[in-house]
């Protein structure tokens, strides 16, 4: 059985589930996955679910690239440097352990409830987690190659491409794959917690009224978009540079 046959069928098989525990109940704590498709196509057809849905992956994005790059940028000093990874590491260590509530707290205090202070949360959020990543892939290149490279008198560029970045592609995508999993979820609490706008804004709309089935739909369909992403692109991505690192 291939891998996307045996995982269609994981995931048909929960539906299942779910649509028989739903009827035995027959309890509006939990709707069926009938019922929760509808209210998707109900909202999408309004206009609702597109513009919210919209709203958090702008913010996902923009933290996710953010987060990623200052991550990648410091990760990569710390693990080539010993000296700056004795200087950062007090920092790094702090950074990993301040909980996301705190940040979130403090950036809407100090930058108000904006999409500005949302982005910059999770991204500080994020990015001690980016830079342990790639220190431990900085760490791990091999230094013979970079001789070899050196022998060969390749130009920087071609050493840095060809050389140095592959030995690291891993750890990007691992960064990445932890990240995209890690920033949506703190998104939606963001937006919960201070805008008015998002799926988490919804996620507490709903949730004032109990309304359970909006609230699995909103979660659905977010939950679609961001397997859509891993599927349709980052695993086609992975790929590519595996077939560059070859």
């Given at each position: 059985?291939?891998?996307?046959?045996?995982?269609?069928?994981?995931?048909?098989?929960?539906?299942?589930?779910?649509?028989?525990?739903?009827?035995?109940?027959?309890?509006?704590?939990?709707?069926?996955?009938?019922?929760?498709?509808?209210?998707?196509?109900?909202?999408?057809?309004?206009?609702?679910?597109?513009?919210?849905?919209?709203?958090?992956?702008?913010?996902?994005?923009?933290?996710?690239?953010?987060?990623?790059?200052?991550?990648?940028?410091?990760?990569?000093?710390?693990?080539?440097?010993?000296?700056?990874?004795?200087?950062?590491?007090?920092?790094?260590?702090?950074?990993?352990?301040?909980?996301?509530?705190?940040?979130?707290?403090?950036?809407?205090?100090?930058?108000?409830?904006?999409?500005?202070?949302?982005?910059?949360?999770?991204?500080?959020?994020?990015?001690?987690?980016?830079?342990?990543?790639?220190?431990?892939?900085?760490?791990?290149?091999?230094?013979?190659?970079?001789?070899?490279?050196?022998?060969?008198?390749?130009?920087?560029?071609?050493?840095?491409?060809?050389?140095?970045?592959?030995?690291?592609?891993?750890?990007?995508?691992?960064?990445?794959?932890?990240?995209?999993?890690?920033?949506?979820?703190?998104?939606?609490?963001?937006?919960l917690l201070g805008l008015s706008s998002g799926v988490g804004f919804?996620?507490?709309?709903?949730?004032?009224?109990?309304?359970?089935?909006?609230?699995?739909?909103?979660?659905?369909?977010?939950?679609?978009v961001i397997m859509g992403i891993e599927q349709f692109i980052m695993?086609?991505?992975?790929?590519?540079?595996?077939?560059?690192?070859?």
């Amino acid at each position: 059985m291939s891998s996307a046959l045996l995982r269609f069928s994981c995931l048909a098989a929960l539906f299942a589930a779910w649509q028989f525990i739903a009827v035995v109940l027959s309890d509006p704590i939990l709707p069926s996955p009938i019922a929760v498709a509808v209210r998707v196509s109900e909202y999408f057809q309004n206009g609702e679910l597109p513009y919210h849905l919209g709203v958090t992956l702008l913010r996902v994005a923009c933290a996710f690239f953010i987060a990623l790059a200052i991550g990648s940028i410091i990760g990569i000093a710390m693990g080539a440097s010993k000296t700056t990874d004795s200087a950062l590491d007090g920092i790094l260590v702090l950074g990993l352990n301040i909980p996301a509530l705190v940040t979130i707290i403090l950036c809407y205090i100090w930058l108000g409830l904006t999409d500005v202070a949302a982005v910059t949360a999770v991204a500080i959020n994020k990015i001690p987690t980016v830079t342990v990543t790639l220190r431990e892939g900085a760490r791990a290149v091999d230094k013979n190659l970079l001789q070899v490279a050196d022998a060969f008198r390749l130009s920087r560029q071609r050493k840095l491409l060809r050389v140095y970045l592959p030995q690291l592609y891993p750890y990007f995508m691992a960064a990445s794959r932890n990240g995209l999993a890690l920033i949506w979820k703190i998104v939606l609490v963001v937006e919960l917690l201070g805008l008015s706008s998002g799926v988490g804004f919804q996620l507490g709309t709903y949730f004032q009224f109990f309304d359970i089935t909006s609230i699995l739909a909103y979660t659905a369909a977010f939950i679609v978009v961001i397997m859509g992403i891993e599927q349709f692109i980052m695993r086609p991505f992975d790929r590519r540079i595996a077939i560059w690192k070859s």
